[in-house]
Structures are given as structure tokens and as C-alpha cells.
């Protein structure tokens, strides 16, 4: 009887083998459906990345609004009989910052 029995649990782990670590395990399953579901979520980045760039370039081929930003934005490009005006972030802080390094050189050494 104790032979039979550790047959039958041998025939058992045999059988069980391929559905746990075989070539289509449930784990390999798993793991392909895992990559399936990643694969899908980049494909949809892609289209919608896709769609932007389809976008924008129906919209550089039919308009000419597109082609003046882009050379506004990008090239720097302004019109005939435009004024340009450049506006400098915080240029205080540029002149207060040139004159703290100079201060403290100029006190040590006694010259002001």
C-alpha cells in the first residue's frame, strides 16, 4: 500500500511538472500576458504620439500660421516693419550679485 501511494505522488508531481515549469506553464502565461499588457500601453503612446505629429504636419502643409510661429519661436525670425522687444528676467539681481563679489575684495584690501 505505502508503494502504491508514492507511485501515485510521483505520477502526480509528473503530471503537474508541465503545468507549472513547462514550455506553457501557468508562469510563463503570466509572464507573456504581463509583457502583452506593457507592449499595448506603448502602442497607444506611440498612436497618440503618432496623431500629434500627423496633426502638426497637416497643419504645416495647409496653413500658413503654423510655418510664421515656428519661425518666430524657433528661428527668431520677426516681420517686415516689426519692433522686437527683448524682455531680460531679473537683471537686478545680475548687477546686485557682480557687486557683492566686488565688495568684500575691495573692503579686505582696504581700497574701495
Known amino acids: 500500500m505505502r508503494a502504491a501511494t508514492l507511485i501515485l505522488v510521483v505520477l502526480l508531481l509528473l503530471l503537474q511538472y508541465p503545468l507549472w515549469l513547462g514550455k506553457g506553464s501557468w508562469l510563463k502565461v503570466w509572464d507573456l500576458n504581463r509583457q502583452v499588457e506593457e507592449q499595448q500601453r506603448i502602442n497607444q503612446q506611440t498612436k ?12 504645416l502643409k495647409q496653413g500658413t500660421a503654423a510655418i510664421e510661429e515656428r519661425a518666430r519661436s524657433e528661428l527668431g ?7 522686437f522687444y527683448q524682455i531680460l528676467e531679473n537683471p537686478s539681481a545680475q548687477t546686485t550679485g557682480k557687486q557683492a563679489m566686488t565688495s568684500p575684495a575691495s573692503a579686505v584690501s582696504g581700497t574701495p
Not at 497618440?48 to 497643419?59: I, P, S
Request: without cysteine.
Open 77 to 83: 525670425m520677426i516681420k517686415r516693419d516689426e519692433v
Open 48 to 59: 497618440t504620439r503618432n496623431a500629434l505629429l500627423d496633426a502638426e504636419v497637416r497643419d
